[in-house]
């Protein structure tokens, strides 16, 4: 196969772990002759400071005209001044919008050796299996934004057909695993949140009957998270509640350098990210976590290039590589000793050669 990657590296950590998700897909491509072309664009912060638009014209052709695209983070202080008027994340939401992505797929799974690296006990842990599905282009984020010197208005919005198909997504991915969705809102509060529990109940009832759906308020949502993860299967949930609850749900895993994401849409190309953020105060160190942007790619093989059995190659590399001890700094033990973001991707790509 031959396919065309838009690369966005970003900012911050953006071009070191990407730099290292890129060695392990051309390490896919060698071991089961495939060809992947990879090609940058500017995007985030350094298309502000390049061209004054965070998704400049030609980013944004070579995205659309790509097989996938793969991006390793965006902002930073820099950018992120109150008085701001381009902010990084403003090319983000674009982005989304032009792809047509509305699902985001965060796969939550603890390896086991990594049972140390999280702060909760490891009986809480065991068996943490989850996937968040999250809304991605409407809701707060989306709305109309107004503001003036004594208030400021964020709208969130949410139609009947957007809560149907992200519901769809969601049930179809349960249908596949355990069996068991769990739909997250605010529904005694947020009229928003009644008409995604009412739309959600009567898609999974015509639909999904042979799903069981289970309907849980975010903030209690976020206690379970943490007090019986192991309980959940696959999770729906709207956009601003998903951005929040899966950052906690990180913490599941060890870290936010762990977990990978897939952003798709009715088509096959999908947005492929590390869940992580820039991380400016430890960028240009070489310490950076590249596991995240290593299991996206395992993502893009699998949803966007039908390349099952390379996506599970992936995946299984990773796990021997961390089962051999490769450690960077956020999932190290007291004491233990650490590798730098590229002798993660030597000892991922020393798997891989293993076979």
């Known amino acids: 196969m031959k396919a065309q990657i838009a690369v966005l590296e970003g900012d911050g950590i953006g071009p070191e772990v990407v730099a290292e998700g890129l060695r ?52 930073g202080p820099k950018w992120s001044a109150p008085d701001a008027k381009v902010r990084p994340e403003q090319g983000l939401l674009r982005l989304r919008k032009e792809l047509g992505v509305y699902a985001n797929l965060r796969p939550v799974k603890l390896h086991p ?26 809701g707060i984020y989306f709305g109309e934004k107004r503001r ?24 179809r991915l349960a249908r596949q695993r ?13 009229e928003t949140s009644r008409l995604w529990r009412e739309v959600t109940s009567r898609v999974m009832k015509s639909e999904f009957a042979d799903v069981a759906l289970d309907h ?28 929040i609850l899966t950052d906690e749900a990180s913490m599941l895993a060890g870290s936010l350098g762990l977990l990978p994401s897939a952003s798709l849409g009715d088509a096959k190309r999908g947005l492929y990210e590390p869940i992580h953020g820039s991380a400016p105060d ?6 950076a976590n590249p596991v995240g942007t290593i299991l996206s790619l ?50 991922v790509l020393a798997e891989l050669k293993r076979g």
């Open 24 to 75: 392990c897909l051309h390490g896919i491509g060698s071991a089961f002759g495939h060809e992947f072309a990879a090609t940058p664009f500017a995007f985030g912060g350094a298309a502000i400071d390049a061209t004054g638009d965070p998704l400049p014209a030609d980013t944004l052709k070579g995205c659309l005209e790509a097989d996938a695209v793969l991006l390793g983070a965006i902002g």
């Open 113 to 138: 050796c990594l049972v140390g690296a999280s702060t909760l006990k490891p009986e809480v842990l065991a068996s943490v299996d989850l996937v968040f599905v999250r809304e991605l282009t409407g």
């Open 148 to 171: 003036d010197a004594n208030v400021a208005v964020d709208v969130c919005t949410y139609s009947v057909a957007e809560v149907e198909r992200i519901t769809r997504v969601a049930a």
């Open 178 to 190: 355990r069996r068991k969705l769990t739909s997250i809102d605010k529904s005694n509060v947020l």
């Open 216 to 243: 849980v308020l975010v903030d209690a949502a976020a206690m379970h998270l943490i007090r019986r993860p192991s309980d959940f299967d696959v999770l729906v949930t709207e956009n601003m509640f998903g951005d």
């Open 282 to 287: 430890i960028a240009g160190r070489g310490i």
């Open 298 to 347: 395992a993502l893009l093989l699998r949803h966007s290039l039908e390349l099952v059995k390379e996506a599970d190659a992936l995946e299984a590399a990773v796990g021997r590589a961390l089962e051999s001890g490769a450690r960077t700094p956020d999932i190290a033990a007291k004491g233990e000793k650490t590798v730098s973001t590229r002798a993660m991707g030597d000892a």
